[in-house]
């Protein structure tokens, strides 16, 4: 057994043979915190220790999570999350010539620095020996695979790449572990994703909902869920699926429609964007927080057994009333006329405290001149080969067996993401400005 004991700032440890303490961390006066690890020629165990008035230590088992995707909005906020329930976090990482990590910038330590809560590997989905290298080198009791190849649009141009990353990527992922050994250590956690459903055979949709995918990217994220569901079958591994239905947020990227439309509209507010261009207004999302999501990934590994869990607000919208909701918390008043292809959106009116409080008086003025000027417009080359029309889910599973409740409702989150891109636009309007 190991006894640990504090005296001036001294650590005294009665270890067995073959056994040696890394320690790092900083102690004061009532209630302290550091850690450490145990190495011995077999094992690692990672400790994260607190030490009482008395200067007793406990020492408690720390996690090690494997994140892939990790610049991504939700790996960003899955990281921040685990970091702040002390966990250590690995984060795969695709090699770029630009910086990729302005999401994680915070969180970053550079590899000099002791006792690190956050490490970053370069990897990719399609290589499975540089994952499986990674997997055997963190030995992680959690992975979340988030990493794909996200944009639906863009699957039906690149679909053998988003074959390979979003369906492979995962069996990579799972033959990994079991090659590894780790099936009994390593949790796995599969980000499915809503889209499955596409042209839905029921409303809304649940876990026992018949898939139905109308995409490249929704039939590769089909063969990742059923894979995953193989192998929990097959070996026993704690294997689950999370059909995270739309999850948004300021971090989301600016190609998706929800980050296009609130740029687009802080851009339009400070005269920095004539008009914004859209494909289909009439799709209805259920549209979450990013935030309350990842808490759901979480929770999912968590259990006692492995599952299939929809992950979803319930409230569904189209992509007109989001619109709708991104001009009003401006205080602009959006109306629309036509239909299909030629249907446009044209402002009717501006409530002037509203717009100054948002977004400042001397923008206001020259918004006014354009009260009856068209600021939305159809163009035919958004519309997908195969649309989904429709999706809302139902997460009564979710709720009942993880307790897990969102936080933010769809006002909430169109809120959070203006005012974040009225600040953003605003440092771009002050660039501009000056020449750059």
């Known amino acids: ?21 890394f320690l790092t961390g900083q102690f004061g006066g009532g209630f302290n915190f550091f850690s450490f690890s145990l190495r011995s020629s077999k094992n690692r165990y990672n400790y994260t220790t607190f030490a009482n008035a ?5 020492p408690t088992m720390t996690k090690i999570a494997l994140i892939t995707g990790i610049t991504g909005q939700d790996g960003a906020y899955l990281a921040d999350y685990l970091i702040n329930k002390g966990y250590i976090v690995h984060g795969l990482k695709r090699r770029s010539s630009l910086f990729n990590t302005e999401r994680i910038d915070h969180l970053y330590q550079d590899p000099q620095e002791s006792n690190r809560r956050l490490i970053l590997h370069y990897g990719d989905m399609t290589d499975s020996l540089n994952l499986t290298r990674i997997i055997g080198e963190t030995q992680p009791d959690e992975i979340y695979n988030l990493a794909a190849m996200s ?15 979003n369906g492979i990527g995962t069996l990579r992922i799972l033959e990994a572990v079991r090659l590894l050994g780790l099936t009994k250590k390593t949790r796995i956690y599969q980000a499915s994703t809503s889209e499955l459903y596409g042209l839905v055979q029921e409303i809304p949709q649940k876990e026992t909902t018949p898939f139905y995918p109308r995409s490249p990217y929704a039939v590769a994220k089909m063969y990742a869920y059923w894979i995953t569901v193989n192998y929990r079958e097959a070996y026993g591994m704690h294997a689950s699926n999370g059909i995270l239905f739309n999850h948004e947020s300021p971090l989301r990227g600016e190609t998706f429609v929800t980050r296009k439309v609130t740029r687009g509209v802080a851009k339009i507010a400070l005269g920095l964007q004539s008009a914004l261009f859209m494909g289909n207004l009439s799709a209805q999302r259920d549209w979450g927080h990013a935030k309350d999501y990842v808490k759901a990934m979480h929770l999912i590994l968590q259990q006692d057994k492995p599952d299939n869990y929809v992950i979803a607000t ?7 009333d989001f619109i709708r909701m991104a001009f009003s ?18 402002i009717s009116s501006i409530d002037e405290k509203i717009f100054n ?31 989904v029309d429709l999706l809302v889910g ?40 000056g020449g750059f």
Not at 11 to 21: A, F, P, S
């Open 329 to 346: 918390e401006i205080g602009v008043s959006i109306e629309f006329r036509g239909k299909g292809v030629d249907e446009k959106g044209v």
């Open 357 to 387: 409080a948002a977004v400042g008086e001397k923008h206001f003025i020259d918004l006014k001149k354009r009260i009856g000027e068209q600021v939305i417009s159809i163009d035919p080359k958004y519309f997908r080969p195969t649309e």
């Open 1 to 21: 057994m190991l006894s640990i004991y504090l005296t001036k700032k001294v650590i005294i440890l009665d270890l067995c043979k073959d056994l040696t303490v």
């Open 151 to 165: 944009h639906v649009q863009v699957s039906f141009e690149t679909p053998e790449y988003t074959a390979d990353a």
């Open 394 to 433: 139902d997460s009564t599973k979710a709720k009942t067996k993880l307790g897990w409740k969102p936080e933010y409702d769809l006002p909430a989150l169109v809120k959070d993401m203006m005012q974040s891109d009225v600040k953003l636009m605003k440092k771009e309007l002050y660039l501009k400005e």
């Open 54 to 58: 008395n200067n007793k230590i406990r």
């Open 314 to 320: 319930g409230v569904t919208s189209t992509i007109r």
